[in-house]
Protein backbone atom coordinates (compact mmCIF):
# COMPACT_ATOMS: atom_id res chain seq x y z
CA UNK A 1 0.00 0.00 0.00
CA UNK A 2 1.92 3.39 -1.18
CA UNK A 3 1.44 6.50 1.26
CA UNK A 4 -1.39 8.47 -0.47
CA UNK A 5 -3.97 5.49 0.16
CA UNK A 6 -3.98 4.00 -3.13
CA UNK A 7 -4.50 0.55 -4.17
CA UNK A 8 -1.64 -1.77 -5.52
CA UNK A 9 -3.64 -2.09 -9.13
CA UNK A 10 -4.01 1.46 -9.23
CA UNK A 11 0.12 2.12 -8.48
CA UNK A 12 0.16 0.82 -11.85
CA UNK A 13 -1.34 3.72 -13.31
CA UNK A 14 1.29 6.20 -11.91
CA UNK A 15 4.05 7.14 -14.43
CA UNK A 16 5.84 9.49 -12.71
CA UNK A 17 5.39 11.63 -9.59
CA UNK A 18 6.92 15.56 -9.62
CA UNK A 19 7.75 17.50 -6.44
CA UNK A 20 7.23 21.40 -7.01
CA UNK A 21 7.76 23.26 -3.93
CA UNK A 22 5.15 21.57 -1.40
CA UNK A 23 3.18 20.31 -4.17
CA UNK A 24 2.95 16.75 -5.37
CA UNK A 25 1.65 16.16 -9.34
CA UNK A 26 1.53 12.83 -10.71
CA UNK A 27 1.21 11.42 -14.56
CA UNK A 28 -0.37 8.90 -14.92
CA UNK A 29 -2.85 6.75 -16.88
CA UNK A 30 -6.61 6.51 -16.95
CA UNK A 31 -9.02 3.48 -17.34
CA UNK A 32 -12.32 4.86 -18.71
CA UNK A 33 -14.38 1.81 -18.16
CA UNK A 34 -16.47 1.61 -20.95
CA UNK A 35 -16.72 -2.23 -22.28
CA UNK A 36 -15.93 -1.33 -25.76
CA UNK A 37 -13.19 0.63 -25.24
CA UNK A 38 -10.00 -0.44 -27.96
CA UNK A 39 -7.52 1.06 -25.70
CA UNK A 40 -8.82 -0.21 -22.22
CA UNK A 41 -9.77 -4.02 -23.27
CA UNK A 42 -8.65 -4.50 -26.64
CA UNK A 43 -10.28 -7.29 -28.51
CA UNK A 44 -8.75 -10.67 -28.91
CA UNK A 45 -5.96 -10.93 -31.22
CA UNK A 46 -5.40 -7.02 -31.16
CA UNK A 47 -1.80 -5.37 -29.74
CA UNK A 48 -1.01 -5.52 -26.36
CA UNK A 49 -3.70 -3.29 -24.04
CA UNK A 50 -1.99 -0.20 -23.22
CA UNK A 51 -1.99 1.04 -19.73
CA UNK A 52 -4.94 3.16 -20.53
CA UNK A 53 -6.01 6.62 -21.50
CA UNK A 54 -3.18 9.05 -21.32
CA UNK A 55 -0.66 9.84 -19.61
CA UNK A 56 -2.22 12.96 -17.87
CA UNK A 57 -1.32 15.29 -15.35
CA UNK A 58 -3.18 15.81 -11.99
CA UNK A 59 -2.40 17.38 -8.64
CA UNK A 60 -2.60 15.80 -5.43
CA UNK A 61 -4.28 17.62 -2.56
CA UNK A 62 -5.49 17.35 0.56
CA UNK A 63 -9.13 18.70 1.28
CA UNK A 64 -10.89 17.70 4.27
CA UNK A 65 -8.52 15.33 5.45
CA UNK A 66 -8.94 14.01 2.02
CA UNK A 67 -6.48 13.17 -0.97
CA UNK A 68 -7.95 14.68 -4.25
CA UNK A 69 -6.28 13.98 -7.24
CA UNK A 70 -7.32 17.44 -9.45
CA UNK A 71 -6.81 17.09 -13.50
CA UNK A 72 -4.57 19.51 -15.32
CA UNK A 73 -4.01 18.03 -18.20
CA UNK A 74 -1.16 16.60 -21.14
CA UNK A 75 1.03 18.95 -20.64
CA UNK A 76 2.04 19.53 -16.75
CA UNK A 77 1.29 23.32 -16.08
CA UNK A 78 2.32 23.63 -12.40
CA UNK A 79 0.44 27.33 -11.92
CA UNK A 80 -2.97 25.74 -13.03
CA UNK A 81 -5.14 26.65 -9.83
CA UNK A 82 -2.21 27.23 -7.37
CA UNK A 83 -2.62 30.76 -5.88
CA UNK A 84 0.21 33.05 -5.85
CA UNK A 85 0.63 32.12 -1.96
CA UNK A 86 0.96 28.60 -2.89
CA UNK A 87 -2.57 27.44 -1.88
CA UNK A 88 -5.08 25.66 -3.96
CA UNK A 89 -7.87 27.83 -6.05
CA UNK A 90 -10.62 25.46 -5.29
CA UNK A 91 -13.30 28.02 -6.85
CA UNK A 92 -11.22 27.20 -9.60
CA UNK A 93 -11.32 23.76 -9.24
CA UNK A 94 -14.84 23.53 -9.25
CA UNK A 95 -15.70 25.85 -11.69
CA UNK A 96 -13.63 23.70 -14.26
CA UNK A 97 -15.26 20.54 -12.61
CA UNK A 98 -19.31 21.84 -13.56
CA UNK A 99 -17.64 23.81 -17.24
CA UNK A 100 -16.79 19.98 -18.11
CA UNK A 101 -19.95 18.19 -16.59
CA UNK A 102 -22.03 20.58 -18.61
CA UNK A 103 -20.38 20.10 -21.44
CA UNK A 104 -21.18 16.26 -20.83
CA UNK A 105 -24.96 16.81 -20.23
CA UNK A 106 -25.31 19.03 -23.48
CA UNK A 107 -23.40 16.64 -25.52
CA UNK A 108 -25.92 13.36 -24.04
CA UNK A 109 -28.87 15.79 -24.49
CA UNK A 110 -27.75 16.38 -28.31
CA UNK A 111 -27.37 12.56 -28.72
CA UNK A 112 -30.81 12.02 -27.39
CA UNK A 113 -32.39 14.79 -29.97
CA UNK A 114 -30.83 12.15 -32.83
CA UNK A 115 -32.29 9.48 -32.13
CA UNK A 116 -36.44 10.67 -32.10
Not at 7 to 20: A, I, N, P
Not at 49 to 71: D, S, T
Not at 79 to 107: C, K, M, T
Request: hydrophobic content about 30%.
Amino acid sequence: MSTTGERESDKRMVEQLVHVGKRIYERRFQLCHRANCGTCYPQPGARAARPGHGPYWYLLARRGGKLRRIYIGKLLDTARYVLPDGEIDWAAVRARREEFENRGRVFRDAEGEGKK
